[in-house]
């Protein structure tokens, strides 16, 4: 078993910051890739940044020089610190992380449950 808590979500004005972050906890061994996905109303779930171990990070460009991924290994956690927040940055964002885990032993695609970004003056 396990769990993926998401927490940082809010509402901020233009301009401003937030920062997101997904903790896993359960029965780990590792975990390779972690992902932050959003999705906005009426629109396809988008894939906005990864963090890969060994290999580095992607963002989409439309985020680019305003958001960053990094990771903490030790406590199982991914943040994505956004700043420069625009009003077309509102929407649920979403943890996605690949985890070996156990009992049994297996890769895992696991999801958060979403946290509601919005950035309106």
């Known amino acids: 078993q396990v769990q993926l808590v998401e927490s940082g979500g809010g509402l901020v004005q233009p301009g401003g910051s937030l920062r997101l972050s997904c903790a896993a906890s359960?029965?780990?061994?590792?975990?390779?890739?972690m992902r932050w996905y959003r999705q906005a109303p009426g629109k396809e779930r988008e894939l906005v940044a990864d963090?890969?171990?060994?290999?580095?990070?992607t963002y989409v460009d439309s985020v680019k020089g305003r958001f960053t991924i990094s990771r903490d290994n030790a406590k199982n956690t991914v943040y994505l610190q956004m700043n420069s927040l625009k009003p077309e940055d509102t929407a649920v964002y979403y943890c996605?992380?690949?985890?070996?885990?156990?009992?049994?032993?297996?890769?895992?695609?696991?999801w958060g449950q979403g946290t509601q970004v919005t950035v309106s003056s």
């Open positions: 359960g029965n780990i061994l590792s975990i390779n890739v």
């Open positions: 963090i890969t171990s060994g290999i580095g990070t």
């Open positions: 996605n992380l690949n985890i070996l885990s156990t009992f049994p032993t297996s890769f895992r695609d696991c």
